[in-house]
């Protein structure tokens, strides 16, 4: 039987005092035993409650790709008894500032390379302490300032950057923690604010606790044991640990294990990345259909040796039949799809390793009661497509300080919606049909025409903006975007241009479209419906 946790501070402690000899993380060469990031994370948590005054429920914003210094600070802040707030590294300053300040985050953790966004914003930011890591921070001996050096002048990689309150991370690091003892922490208590635009298309925080991260760590070890080989699996952690999805399988599920994982900070560089399993005997990947379809046809990846891969998972977008049969051909391994949300911590539902149905998102986790319900909330019957609904300990309690967003994703009966339309099927497997909503998945994002037209009408020569996702072969989908022009002049660069300027790189319009109108209903609204069936 699986340990269970009530709380995340009980679940790296314990793994902190079972597996302190065995190596944790590992990146660019260099691995970290649970051990030394045990004794490294209890000096950062000091550092936060001692040195920056933090108090026990204070948010701090980790904005860090894939690299040794986000398990210590994630670890640190939640031995702080602080909420974390995952922040994309690719996020733009406006992006970047309307998170900060609805979080309400008192500190920010940032890579020096992006320090630049945060750097032109953080002063209209709740912020009052920037902590900055180089990349080659915790590499060891004459490498640290090397690959430091590297990457800032020879690279040229990090932009200038002034913070009023900036402090350096390798500092917090030589904090003397003798004055620290752990908070006091319960199962209701927030743990992570894991920002996703929902089912509704707007930017807000879904509220995770100690007790859905919890219990959806015990429900996916149960769900899945021979993936979670206790001090024996090495997890490829390709997918970013600011994703639920990610930060859940490797940083949680997996860690409360004993098991290793291999930090990749750019997994769009595949020359970079196949070298770097080269060097590992890999159990165990994680990824997404659209990472699978690149790596089979990567020479470098293709010569690797897959002797040792026993489990695939894919989750975060829809796994195509071409993906998975050319996977399991090259990999010997079959790819096990699975389901879930942010909001529901993030696992819902998966494929049996012994009994993987292609196409199916598998069956329900332990503890997870899925329905699948029509327009008036009653139950369909099985095989007939409605909205699946969900109820389980790893569904959220609602949206930060957005109760009116929260009462609109719940029904009567207390199920949580998920704006995915599927039907269940007769062997009690799910499979997803459509969304019910707008929004468009990006290489596994989530991205909300909302936000996309908002930008784009701030332009002074657009005077209409509509955004739908268009099928795309390597993507999933990509964003096209129908514009009505106040200026005829205006070109698709200089469209381009501004929303690069604006928006992270997966929400640039691939493709643009002028028109003279967009279609509406009688009362003004733009029909998305309509654009996406004349695209197609």
Known sequence: MTQRFNTVIELIESAFESYAELPAYSCMGREMSYAELDQLSLRFASYLRNELKLNAGDRLAIQLPNILQFPVAMYGAIRAGLVIVNVNPLYTGRELKHQLQDSGAKALVVLANVAAAANAVVDQTPVEHVIVTELGDLHPGLKRPLINFVVKHVKKLVPDYNFKHGRSFLAALKHNRADFSLPSTSAEDLLVLQYTGGTTGLSKGAMLTHGNLCANVWQMVEHMPVAFGEGEDVFVGCLPLYHIYALNLHALAGFSRGCATLLIPNP????????????????????????????????????????????????????????????EQLTGCKIIEGYGLTETSPVLTGNPHDDIRLGSIGTALPETDIVILDDNEEPVTDGEVGELCAKGPQIMPGYWQKDDETAKVFSASGYFKTGDMAKKLDDGYFKIVDRKKDMILVSGFNVYPNEIEDVLCSHPDIKEAAAIGVADECSGEIVKVFIVRENDELSEKEVKKFAKANLTPYKVPKIIEFRQELPKTNVGKILRRELRDSAQ
């Open 268 to 327: 769009r560089d595949l020359n970079a990345f196949a070298k770097a399993l080269a060097k590992h005997k890999f159990t165990v990947f994680i990824g997404i259909n659209t990472l699978f379809r690149a790596l089979v046809r990567h020479k470098g990846f293709c010569q690797l040796d897959f002797s040792q891969l026993k489990i695939t998972s894919a989750g975060g977008m829809a796994l195509t039949e071409d993906a998975a049969v050319a996977w």
